[in-house]
């Protein structure tokens, strides 16, 4: 009897370990996922800090006309307390403590980001952001990796253990490129001269009516109006991308004088517009009947107002 409870016991605690460990590999998994994603936010959440600098920088050069090597914040404080936190929200210590906010120097594991303005090679000022990992583990490997993989800041190099992403102030080229075509946050408060050259790529430009309606630029850039007889080819439109061409018909009249003495009776004038490749070819015809014999027949003859525009698909 006591062999077989010993047994039984081995059994038990054999089952349990096999149950351990076989609930051991997706709890790691799980884990290991969750540091990713976790990695991955605070990368992005470096980069928005990198961004906001480059912010506070383009403000002190373009509004305030300050000269670029003295434009950038004296520290990562300054970036919350200068122009009542626009470029960083306000959280103090206490706040962060409580999770209340984030500050822009904060690390996940409590040693704070390092904040440095160097002169670079061409003897303008960059600002050096030192993310302190210090170590080589896996799990620093982890958190590091999106940092160092990440495509969109070029200027991201590994020293001694720790990330070292450099700032740069905005050229124009990257203002154009990262803040006009965002959604109307930042306004244009200027002419915008782009020097002569083409602005490309564009599907379209709207105007917002007094009422609240939207007008296209493009349709109205590309509006033509035009008179046309029955089988008249009207070209279409070149239109911007993502824009269809459209054409609108309205009847004009002006029926020749020979066709008027000849018939009576006429019936409403069909108009359409028959694709064809390039265009259309408008049809104009009515119904009349002839005074010689009265009989009653199609005439295409007439006139037809148009106009031609591009319109978002």
């Known amino acids: 009897m006591k062999k077989q409870r010993g047994f039984m016991l081995l059994s038990l605690l054999l089952a349990m370990s096999i149950l351990s460990v076989a609930m051991l590999v997706p709890l790691n998994i799980w884990k290991d996922n969750r540091e990713r994603t976790a990695a991955k936010q605070y990368a992005d959440k470096v980069f928005y800090l ?144 782009v020097g002569n050259k083409n602005i490309l790529n564009v599907a379209d430009i709207t105007l917002r009516n007094a009422d609240g309606t939207v007008m296209s630029v493009a349709a109205g850039l590309t509006r033509q109006h035009f008179s046309a007889r029955h089988g008249t080819v009207i070209k279409s439109p070149s239109c911007p991308v993502r824009m269809n061409a459209k054409i609108k018909l309205a009847t004009q009249g002006n029926i020749p004088n020979s066709i008027a003495n000849d018939y009576e009776n006429y019936g409403p004038m069909r108009i359409a517009a028959k694709p064809i490749s390039g265009g259309w070819s408008i049809i104009a015809e009515f119904v009349a009947t002839r005074k010689s014999d009265r009989v009653r027949g199609i005439l295409r003859e007439g006139v037809v107002a148009g106009e031609t525009y591009c319109e978002p698909q």
């Open 50 to 193: 990198a961004q906001q600098l480059q912010l506070y920088h383009h403000h002190k050069v373009t509004v305030e006309n300050v000269m670029t090597n003295h434009a950038w914040p004296d520290d990562l404080d300054k970036l919350m307390s200068d122009y009542s936190g626009a470029f960083w929200q306000q959280c103090s210590v206490a706040d962060q403590q409580i999770g209340k906010c984030r500050r822009p120097e904060s690390t996940p594991w409590n040693v704070p980001i390092t904040y440095e303005v160097v002169r670079n090679a061409l003897f303008e000022d960059d600002v050096v952001l030192t993310i302190p990992y210090g170590a080589t583990g896996d799990m620093i490997k982890r958190w590091s990796a999106p940092l160092r993989e990440q495509k969109k800041y070029p200027y991201t190099e590994m020293s001694n253990g720790d990330v070292k992403i450099t700032v740069k102030y905005l050229t124009d080229t990257v203002v154009y490129k990262d803040f006009l075509k965002r959604d109307g946050s930042t306004t244009l408060t200027n002419d915008w001269d």
